[in-house]
């Protein structure tokens, strides 16, 4: 959403991008190095994004309050926990 209204230039969000890739890899595999030191989840991801992409990785939550990233992740878990209910 950045990258296309013009705020995050491409080269970043594609940094961004990658990064991403490889800190959801090394969650999956258990190889994340989790810190209660970086108070909540989204600190964590952006301090190692940061490791692997440098300051780009700062950029990654540009416009968005701490609140607004956890209404959506709140929104993301429900949206799953309701199709597997529906499952059900």
Do not use: Y
């Amino acid at each position: 959403m950045l990258s296309r209204c013009g705020i995050l230039p491409k080269a970043d969000l594609e940094a961004i991008e990658r990064g991403l890739a490889l800190v959801a890899a090394e969650i999956r595999e258990g190889r994340f190095e989790w810190s209660i030191a970086r108070e909540d989840v989204h600190l964590n991801i952006e301090h190692r994004l940061t490791d692997l992409v440098g300051d780009d990785g700062k950029r990654m939550h540009t416009a968005r309050s701490r609140n607004d990233q956890v209404a959506t992740d709140i929104r993301l878990w429900l949206r799953g926990a309701i199709d597997e209910i529906v499952a059900l």
